[in-house]
């Protein structure tokens, strides 16, 4: 049993895990990170009261989630997962004194300031503006998209609160045109997300196999896709995670015009990491910069991924149990 009595209790919910975490202090380090499983627990509450019983803390006096969700009013009802739950509940449920709950990639945005250079990669692009607008977009179990807008004598930054995963997807090429066309058949709106996540890789090969006309393997996930493709060189997978990366290259351009983040574009979320130095020369960069009069605007800017060990999104939703307690 720990010594000292919790104060902060934080919480990445994600459509596959729940990241945990608890501070003694709003400064301190973060102790007893855990991930787990989300489909392993009915609800919000079993998995809090599991990892309080597993690190074996007492309860922290206040709390903070960033979630995989819109966040529009009390009732939390999860996309990409089945959980759903009422804030008040879960306050009164555990005796919270506070409990704050915001967009997972509005936590992220949030703690975007605070990371080091160790926990970032390059790929592309010049110097960072200082005090311009920072995009952030990453493709998981969905697609998150943020950005921290710096308004004059603000260092910290604004979070925006969008859901920009779920714009209309453009095509570029013929190729694209063609895979769009499948997935509208199978969806009707082709969203961002629809092609720029994890079930979105599988959906891309599967209709890639599909124009191909022969053979490929059978798959149901993208580390199966991606594995097909670095590790088999297969064709048809290295066609889809190409595209895969020239989509994401075309959302996180139109997100930096749209913001004017010449103070950068980070990359969040699990995929992007997992592609490694193969990324860098993905048609990722390409399809960023490719914006006819606007390229050489686009060319300066940085693009970074975030290693997503670090849990950045834990120091995010403590940042705004911070910002809420200073507008209160």
Known sequence: MHSTHPQRLLADIGGT??????????????????????????????ALSAYLKEVGVPTP???????????TGDAIRMTNHSWSFSQRAVR?????????????????????????????????????VPGSAIALVG???????????????????VPLSGEGGHVTLAAQTQREFDVLAI?????????????????????????????????????????????????SQDALALEALNLFCGFLGSVAGNLALTLGARGGVYLGGGMVPRLGEWFDQSSFRARFEAKGRFKSYLADIPCWIIDPSATPALYGASRALDIAGSEG
Do not use: M
């Open 17 to 46: 895990n729940i990241r945990l975490a608890w501070q003694d202090s709003p400064t301190g380090p973060l102790n007893d990170t855990r991930v787990l499983p989300c489909a392993q627990f009915p609800t919000v509450d079993a």
């Open 92 to 128: 009164e449920a555990f005796g919270f004194e506070r409990l704050v709950v915001i967009n997972d990639f509005t936590a992220l945005a949030l703690a975007l300031p605070l990371l080091t250079p160790d926990l970032l990669r390059q790929v592309g692009g010049g110097q960072a």
């Open 139 to 157: 493709p998981g179990t969905g697609l998150g998209v943020s950005g921290l807008v710096f308004p004059p004598g603000s260092s910290a930054g």
């Open 183 to 231: 997935l509208q058949e199978r969806y009707g709106h082709v969203s961002a997300e629809r092609a720029v996540c994890g079930a979105g890789l599988v959906d891309l090969y599967h209709a890639v196999r599909r124009l191909a006309q022969r053979g490929g393997k059978e798959v149901s996930s993208a580390a199966q896709v991606t594995e097909l493709a670095l590790q």
């Open 61 to 71: 006096r206040e709390a903070a989630f960033g979630i995989a969700n819109p966040v």
